[in-house]
């Protein structure tokens, strides 16, 4: 089966740690991209590849880094410069990265503080 | 400006209609869209309208546009317990791989 997974479910951080969230895609997508889900808010992109080996910021890339060594895998590392990770985050893909393209979502990875 | 706005949340009753509405502020989108999030998953792709067309209808879900209003909605017939989630309207622009999405809209259905 085509899709995107996210690894892991859940994930826990502790103070002034890094951590790195998991994404694979199997649907030979060139764009990928990292949102950052908040209660009641909107989804906001943390940072976007359309390519290998290329990346973008998005409107909220501090505190994050995202390496794009494959095509298939578009892994987001949470700084401990991001003060506040506490958060649902969400891979997603599309074919080219082109306008108007429809995007695919993971099931996402939720982050917690301890 | 980059701004798109739903209410918060929506109750309805089993076999009603549900109506979800979404206001946007950029006159020159392309496409808008309807996510659906089920509790602790990702966003699930519902449908999605040209922005040179006025509605499109999928099975239960009718998309309205109004252009001049930048107004957006979705419609669900005989709403069904299992439609209780978050919907999301985004949008997109000529030119960017950008989406704006809105704040999401919590639908419940009463039983």
């Known amino acids: 089966d085509g899709g995107i997974t996210q690894s892991p479910k859940y994930l826990f951080r502790k103070e002034g740690q890094n951590v790195t969230l998991s994404c694979e895609q199997n649907?030979?997508?060139?764009?990928m991209y990292w949102y950052r889900q908040d209660p009641g808010q909107g989804l906001r992109l943390i940072y976007y590849s359309q390519i290998v080996n290329d990346f973008q910021k998005g409107d909220i890339a501090e505190g994050y880094s995202v390496s794009r060594e494959k095509k298939e895998s578009f892994p987001l590392t949470v700084t401990s410069a991001q003060k506040n990770p506490t958060a649902f985050y969400l891979c997603?893909?599309?074919?080219?990265?082109?306008?108007?393209?429809?995007?695919?979502f993971g099931p996402g990875t939720r982050l917690l503080v301890l | 400006g980059e701004d798109v706005e739903q209410s918060l949340f929506l109750s309805v009753r089993e076999g009603d209609s549900s109506v979800i509405n979404c206001t946007y502020t950029?006159?020159?989108?392309?496409?808008l869209y309807w996510y659906k999030q089920e509790p602790g998953a990702g966003l699930q792709l519902l449908t999605y309208?040209?922005?040179?067309?006025d509605m499109k209808q999928d099975q239960r879900l009718t998309v309205l546009l109004n252009k001049k209003d930048k107004h957006l909605s979705l419609r669900i017939a005989d709403t069904q317990t299992g439609d209780s989630a978050i919907y999301f309207c985004?949008?997109?622009?000529?030119?960017?791989?950008?989406?704006?999405f809105g704040t999401g809209t919590r639908l419940k259905v009463l039983a």
């Open positions: 950029d006159s020159s989108s392309t496409y």
């Open positions: 997603a893909s599309s074919i080219e990265g082109g306008p108007s393209e429809t995007q695919y």
């Open positions: 985004a949008e997109t622009y000529s030119g960017t791989y950008k989406y704006i």
């Open positions: 309208i040209f922005s040179n067309m």
């Open positions: 649907l030979n997508h060139d764009a």
